[in-house]
């Protein structure tokens, strides 16, 4: 089997345009395991407080808008005791 150059040329758009699939895939990926690690870290804090009957509440809403590689954080409301 013989490639032309068309062949490659359209193989390798064809392979640029995966990677960038994956790419964005993994921005996004990358920016939700950011989230999971600031509540892993909240949590670590507050129970190394030992601070009960308090229990843990999140103090942030966070959301990966598409193409972010990092998170957007806002103050969550507070829950009256």
């Known amino acids: 089997m013989t490639l032309t150059f068309s062949d490659v040329e359209i193989e390798f758009e064809d392979n640029e345009r995966r990677l960038m699939e994956l790419s964005s895939q993994l921005v996004s ?10 509540v892993i870290e909240e949590k670590s804090n507050f129970y190394r407080s030992c ?13 990966c808008s598409a193409g972010s590689m990092e998170p957007t954080c806002t103050s969550a409301p507070e829950v009256a005791a």
């Open 29 to 38: 990926l990358n920016c939700e395991m950011m989230i999971h690690l600031q």
């Open 51 to 63: 601070t009960p009957p308090v229990t843990w509440s999140q103090t942030t809403k966070c959301e």
